[in-house]
């Protein structure tokens, strides 16, 4: 069909079209999670075997569900920031910030490797106060193009894992020494969840590696001063998956029961 876009993306770039096609399924389900429509639409727009991306429509509401929990903090964030800047760290094709809609007096950067931004800027249409950088997150110069006065909400969903340690935590090193205020908001394996990427088929055929496995907020206040925990838990202990019912329901209370598990994968919320 003339006018659909075509794509050829390998390693990390190439995981952000599974997720985005699982929230595009997600969206088509009678109870839909995230009823992201915008996603919907972007994989209409593109010209992709999407069975590549391995994903089915039983795997789509957990990746769903990752994104309602990050969209619900980011909610959280500027419900008490009407002035902010949302720093959208390895976004992908996500439509996060057409879905939260927020005001104008929030600045949304959405930062993702520059073929990702290409991509993105031809399949989502352009939005006051949106800009794009296409740019390695731990290329650190992209920070001086952020305006630092307002409170500062920095955001990474399925990023952590692809960076090495020095990388991340030079990341949110940076991040706290050169914004005044903010929230730093992330999603991670543990070591255990590292180990277990053979399990991952989206990382595996994307050619990708995983490095950075992170055992918990002891780590990451230890190593960036200045941030505190807000919050930082399970992924399996979080409302949205156990919302699902199902096999997820089961997922999560035995992932949650058996200490080993548990931290396989975390949600990080801190404050600075
Ligand atoms: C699993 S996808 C997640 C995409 C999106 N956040 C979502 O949830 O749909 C991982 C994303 O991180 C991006 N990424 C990985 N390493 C990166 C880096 N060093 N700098 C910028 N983006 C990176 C990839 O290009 C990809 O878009």
């Known amino acids: 069909m003339s006018g659909r876009i075509s794509v050829d993306l390998t390693g990390p770039q190439q995981t952000m079209l599974a997720t985005l096609y699982a929230k595009a399924l997600d969206a088509d ?11 919907r639409d972007a994989v209409a727009r593109i010209d992709y075997d999407w069975k590549r991306t391995t994903i089915t429509a039983r795997q789509a509401p957990g990746v769903a569900a990752r994104s309602k929990h990050f969209d619900t903090w980011t909610r959280q964030f500027l419900a008490v920031h009407d002035r902010a800047t949302v720093l959208h760290l390895g976004c992908g094709l996500d439509s996060r910030v057409f879905r939260i809609d927020p005001g104008a007096g929030v600045e949304w950067f959405d930062v993702d490797h520059p073929d990702v931004i290409a991509l993105r800027e031809r399949v ?12 390695s997150v731990t290329d650190l110069a992209w920070l001086d193009r952020i305006p630092t006065e ?5 955001l990474a969903e399925g990023l952590t894992m692809y960076l090495t340690r020095t990388d991340g935590v030079a990341l949110l090193r940076g991040v706290v020494n050169r914004f005044d205020s903010g929230e730093v908001q992330f999603d991670a394996f543990n070591p255990l969840g590292i180990r277990l990427q053979w399990t991952n088929a989206v990382v595996r055929r994307s050619g990708s590696t995983l490095h950075w496995g992170i055992s918990g907020q002891e780590e990451i206040l230890a190593a960036v001063p200045g941030l505190r925990a807000l919050w930082v838990g399970s992924v399996f202990e979080s409302e949205e998956l156990k919302q699902i019912g199902g ?10 029961a058996v200490p080993g598990l548990r931290g396989v994968a975390q949600y990080h919320r801190y404050g600075f």
């Open 247 to 256: 096999l997820y329901r089961w997922l999560c209370v035995t992932c949650a």
């Open 29 to 39: 389900a009678a109870e839909s999670v995230l009823g992201d429509s915008f996603a």
């Open 124 to 135: 989502h249409p352009q939005r006051d106060h949106v800009r794009t950088i296409g740019t």
């Open 150 to 154: 307002a409170p500062t909400l920095v």
